[in-house]
């Protein structure tokens, strides 16, 4: 479901170990490890558990009718069609015969025992774990019980099908640290990089890849188009620009809904499976890390101007099928729909995701506590093209302070 589950990487895994060592902070990682509260938690199984939720691991590895952690999720890719394992203790199709060594060696050099792992599974940002965090999520998973859930195969084009092939990938883009988007020194800033990019692998998602599917350093967190809804830039300045404050950032995190509106496409499972269950302490060092140790002013709803004629008619459109959910002036209603006035995806330059969302619609939600929103359907065979274009202009300029520049064709071409 989340979009690291839909890498764009050629092949396999590392085998030569000396491979991307530009960057090594592992020590101060190590260190930033060490802070969480699983690092002193008297259960070891219930530090694993804290672990496995922060890493999302059941997001690739659980399907909704399926054994917990038992694979089968589909994970769709420009390659071809990758499947998430079995990890459950089962010693035929799991990982029951693995040792704590095998799984260190997996989740950082993506070395599983008899074969070479696909980089779908994001050892690419797990490389950074801390040997002691990984133990700990072992002994949990080894808890669990055994299912006895056959693998599915990878489904990819030649010559994508020859594992052996990114041995070179590795040797050429594996790096043992990744860039930063933010600045900072502080103890949260460090603890905050350590859950966003080694667990969480944030980077993975939300930033851009070059040609052979990797990871483009220049860019970290400036969003990428991996899937059906794009990740979102959630660089300090992009975050900044979109209204996002730190204190938001924590309520999104722990709720799926902030002022900014509401989780959906590939966040709303990272929120439902995974950072809903962090302490407050982490969920702060998150926002803290992504926005930085002085993190940039939100900036203001900048008004727009464009043309009366077509913004009247995005409004009669608006009236016609959206008001009903969203207010008349875009004010929301509690339990059903997200106010739109400062709305996160109308802020968004690329006009891409609320295209996505008004042809395809958003399921039903259920949201920590006793929040839910109600299922927005989808309007691609009910509104045309010209129309759903004067929607999403009357939408960005009324409520996003972006310009009225989204075409019939822009909306053709996501259909």
């Not at 929040?371 to 009357?394: I, V």
Request: aromatic share 8%.
């Amino acid at each position: 479901m989340t979009l690291r589950r839909t890498l764009l990487l050629l092949g396999t895994v590392l085998t030569l170990s000396a491979c991307g060592g530009k960057h090594d902070d592992s020590a101060a990682l190590a260190a930033a490890a060490a802070l969480g509260p699983q690092a002193t938690a008297a259960d070891p199984l219930a530090r694993g558990r804290y672990l496995v939720k922060a890493a999302d691991c059941a997001a690739c590895h659980t399907t909704a009718d399926g054994a917990p952690f038992a694979g089968g999720v589909k994970l769709a890719s420009p390659f071809g069609t990758f499947y998430g394992t079995n990890i459950t203790p089962d010693k035929d199709h799991g990982i029951g015969n693995w040792s704590a060594d095998d799984l260190y060696k997996a989740l950082h050099d993506g070395v599983a025992p008899g074969k070479q792992l696909y980089p779908a599974m994001p050892y690419t940002s797990y490389r950074r774990l801390s040997r002691a965090d990984s133990d700990a999520i072992y002994a949990y998973l080894m808890a669990q019980k055994p299912a006895a859930v056959a693998n599915h195969e990878p489904e990819l084009s030649f010559p994508f099908t020859l594992r052996f092939g990114v041995r070179f990938w590795n040797w050429m883009f594996l790096e043992d640290a990744l860039p930063d988007a933010s600045t900072g020194q502080t103890a949260q800033w460090n603890r905050g990089r350590y859950l966003a990019s080694a667990l969480g692998h944030c980077t993975e998602c939300h930033t851009p890849r070059g040609t052979f599917g990797q990871l483009d350093g220049a860019k970290p967190l400036t969003g990428a188009a991996l899937g059906r809804i794009a990740a979102p830039d959630i660089t300090p300045h992009g975050l900044a620009a979109r209204g996002w404050t730190a204190a938001d950032l924590q309520t999104f995190f722990a709720t799926g809904i902030a002022p900014q509106g509401s989780a959906f496409g590939e966040m709303y499972p990272v929120v439902h499976l995974s950072s809903q269950y962090l302490t407050h302490d982490d969920l702060r060092a998150i926002s803290t890390y992504l926005l930085g140790d002085q993190a940039p002013a939100p900036q203001p709803l900048q008004p727009v101007s464009a043309d009366a004629a077509q913004l009247e008619a995005g409004r009669n459109v608006y009236l016609g099928v959206c008001a009903g959910c969203h207010g008349l002036n875009g004010e929301g209603k509690p339990h059903v729909a997200v106010p739109m006035h400062g709305n996160s995806t109308l802020r968004q330059s690329d006009a891409h995701n609320l295209i996505a969302a008004m042809l395809d619609g958003i399921g039903a939600q259920d949201f920590p506590g006793l929040e839910r929103m109600q299922e927005m359907p989808g309007f691609a065979t009910q509104l045309s093209d010209m129309e759903l274009a004067q929607l999403a202009n009357y939408l960005r300029t009324t409520w996003g302070g972006q310009p009225a520049d989204v075409t019939a064709d822009a909306v053709k071409a996501l259909r």
